[in-house]
């Protein structure tokens, strides 16, 4: 028996060839189907039954058919497969419906709409459209995506509508193949549709898992969690929230006043709960998109021994700022109004430049400004640059990538940068910084990104800079020695530190906190001579040098009963010294004599290894590198450490002169001092052997 013919007319080839997939689906090999276009048909059409796929291009078909041809004219429908791609338009958007005519447009929205689809406002547009509603963030499509008039829209084809079910079931009854085809049909179009309410019932009950997993979850936190619209009602709420707030369908309880509290947008407070202390936070906003708010409620002490562990675990790590304004010991006007201008720079983010000579205090002024800051509780991350080596510096400040150079540590290491992250860091003697590093730290100031050694991506640093130096790096700005561009980067909040010796109001007090607090003697006011050799003191080394006296009485005191006359001694020399030596201003470097630099060296570290080292610098070539200092010492060996401390002595006392990449020399003062020690030692052994 011949099978019967379906010759599908079409406007474009893809409606024709996508009806022609759906019918060759359902009809499978009960009849011949074949296709063309109108605007290509060159015979006309017979011998078999058409399909006409869309009502606007009927009369037109008509033209292309012999007389007495049977037809039908298609209706389609929605894909149903696709229709769920509109569920996940935002609520409330504006949408574009695009097809090719003015009526097949309005069909195609009345049949979403048809679906419930009604959570977005549906704009039509077609070919020749008078106007549009322009702006729309979405366009859906029928196959003509390229009809999309706006190209930022982003497009959403769902594909060309097919045959709805009445139009196969007329075909089939017209070409005499219905009995044959009647369970494909019912397949065909049931089976998206159960492959739909299947989708959707697996991942309700999906939800529904997820939703309960979530519920345990919550209900597990060590936190009380409320969920309210915007009638201030509860949506839900953790088993935690329900005993603190003691919910109940009859009453709110303190969840009353609370909800007042978030209303008048103080959403972050501390609030009295059954005669316990809570922290409540709202998470959103009332006035946002979303009227529900999420409100946590935490409790005090726990939040305390958060903070308190953290605090321990940034201690560990040397990562704390010990000191606060409370710490800092002055009397003095000048270190008062210092003082005022510290807190009021504390509350800024800006960079801090703390000028003053060594010793002055000016580390324990930058913990006290972390401290005063809002981020006191995050890392206070301090770095010494006399104190690290330029082989080093880049790698502890910027850190470095595993394998990234022979000796990385496995995993890599953060620089002192990352690990100032939300907290300060403190760029202690940054004149000493090599241009390099200069350059660098430029780099990182201005941009807030680090890149570690080895590494090839950039870190985002949330940092609060505080830079210190006891030198002139204006004045190292003209000789070259300090980048300009840098200089004006920490120079933003200066900050001068007056030495002890131009405050000497704080003299006393300094001394007897230092001798009670931390050395344990306990003394109302000094002995009146020793008070008065203090105030004569030129304290060179200044609050420093202070301590290590203090220290040295502290001995005495437990030493004898004539300590007062062991610690005269110290200042013996200053009743040899002229009357300008021992004014109230610093004294010049010319007027001291060598017997005084001695005094000073031992006030601060032990003689022999500086003498040591004053006669290596003393040597040819001349200019000398740690590096150099190191292998030519004779007399047992010397930790890099060590030398640092040494020469930081002589560049305090400016004895000496240190260049970047160049090395350490001896001043003129500092060749006096090495010709007055190698004299005197000579002289002692000269005793020694006529004794």
Not at 178 to 205: C, H, W
Not at 440 to 464: F, N, P
Not at 488 to 493: E, K, Q, S
Request: glycine content about 6%; charged content about 30%; aromatic content about 8%.
């Amino acid at each position: 028996m011949e099978k019967p013919s379906v010759f599908i007319l079409a406007s474009t080839h893809d409606t024709a060839e996508h009806t022609e997939q759906q019918l060759r689906e359902i009809f499978r090999d009960h009849a011949v189907i074949s296709k063309g276009i109108i605007s290509e048909q060159k015979q006309k059409v017979g011998d078999m039954t058409v399909l006409i796929t869309n009502k606007l291009i009927e009369v037109e078909a008509l033209t292309v058919l012999k007389p007495g041809t049977p037809y039908l004219v298609a209706d389609r429908v929605i894909n149903v497969d696709t229709i769920s791609l509109l569920y996940g338009i935002p609520e409330g958007s504006d949408v574009l419906i695009m097809n090719v005519t003015q009526s097949i447009t309005s069909e195609t929205i009345r049949q979403i709409k048809e679906w419930g689809i009604d959570h977005i406002t549906l704009h039509p547009y077609y070919p020749g459209i008078a106007s549009y509603q322009k702006g729309c963030e979405y366009a859906v499509a029928f196959g003509e995506g390229y009809l999309k008039p706006d190209p930022q829209a982003r497009l959403i084809d769902l594909g060309t509508r097919p045959l709805n079910v009445t139009t196969c079931v007329k075909l089939a009854m017209e070409i005499g193949i219905y009995e044959q085809v009647k369970d494909t049909v019912a397949n065909s179009f049931m089976r998206p549709g159960i492959q739909l309410s299947y989708s959707y019932a697996r991942q309700y009950k999906e939800n529904r898992i997820l939703t309960s997993n979530l519920r345990r979850l919550i209900d597990r936190v060590n936190r009380g969690a409320v969920m309210l619209n915007e009638d201030g009602e509860v949506l839900f709420s953790n088993e935690k929230a329900k005993k603190i707030l003691k919910l109940r369908e009859s009453s709110p309880g303190p969840l009353a006043q609370i909800r007042e509290r978030i209303r008048s947008g103080d959403n972050q407070f501390f609030e009295e709960i059954e005669g316990e202390s809570y922290y409540v936070e709202a998470a959103s906003d009332w006035q946002g998109e979303d009227q529900r708010v999420i409100v946590t409620i935490d409790d005090v002490q726990k939040i305390k021994r958060i903070e308190d562990n953290y605090r321990k675990m940034l201690q560990a790590d040397g990562l704390v700022a010990k000191y606060t304004f409370k710490d800092i010991i002055y009397r003095s006007p000048s270190m008062e109004k210092l003082i005022m201008k510290c807190r009021q720079f504390a509350k800024s983010h800006s960079t801090v430049a703390i000028y003053g000579e060594s010793g002055c205090g000016k580390e324990l002024l930058a913990q006290a400004i972390h401290n005063a800051s809002d981020r006191k509780n995050e890392a206070f991350v301090a770095v010494n640059f006399a104190a690290l080596s330029s082989s080093l510096c880049e790698a502890e400040l910027f850190g470095y990538e595993e394998g990234a150079f022979t000796g990385a540590k496995k995993g890599g290491k953060k620089g002192l940068f990352e690990l100032a992250h939300k907290g300060t860091i403190f760029l202690d003697e940054i004149g000493d910084a090599s241009l390099d590093i200069q350059k660098k730290i430029l780099r990182v100031i201005q941009e807030r990104q680090v890149m570690r050694i080895g590494g090839s991506k950039l870190i985002s640093v949330d940092i609060r800079i505080v830079a210190a130096t006891n030198q002139d790096l204006l004045e190292m700005v003209r000789r070259k020695e300090f980048r300009e561009d840098l200089y004006y980067r920490i120079n933003v909040l200066p900050l001068r530190v007056p030495p002890v010796r131009d405050r000497r109001e704080d003299i006393i007090p300094l001394f007897l906190y230092f001798l009670t607090e931390e050395f344990g003697m306990s003394m109302d006011r000094p002995p009146k001579a020793i008070a008065d050799a203090l105030m004569r003191h030129p304290f060179f080394g200044n609050v420093r040098e202070l301590h290590n006296l203090a220290e040295y009485t502290a001995n005495c005191m437990q030493s004898g009963a004539d300590w007062i006359e062991q610690v005269l001694e110290v200042f013996l020399d200053i009743e040899k010294r002229p009357a300008e030596r021992t004014a109230a201003g610093p004294a010049a470097p010319a007027q001291r004599t060598a017997e005084d630099l001695v005094r000073q060296i031992e006030n601060q570290c032990a003689l022999e290894p500086v003498i040591d080292l004053l006669k290596i610098l003393g040597s040819p070539p001349g200019i000398w590198t740690r590096e150099k200092i190191i292998r030519a010492r004779t007399q047992g060996d010397w930790r890099e450490s060590q030398v640092k401390r040494y020469l930081a002595v002589l560049k305090d006392l400016d004895l000496i002169c240190s260049k970047t990449r160049t090395g350490t020399f001896l001043k003129q003062e500092g060749k006096e001092l090495l010709e007055y020690v190698t004299k005197q030692g000579h002289q002692d052994e000269a005793d020694k052997s006529v004794s």
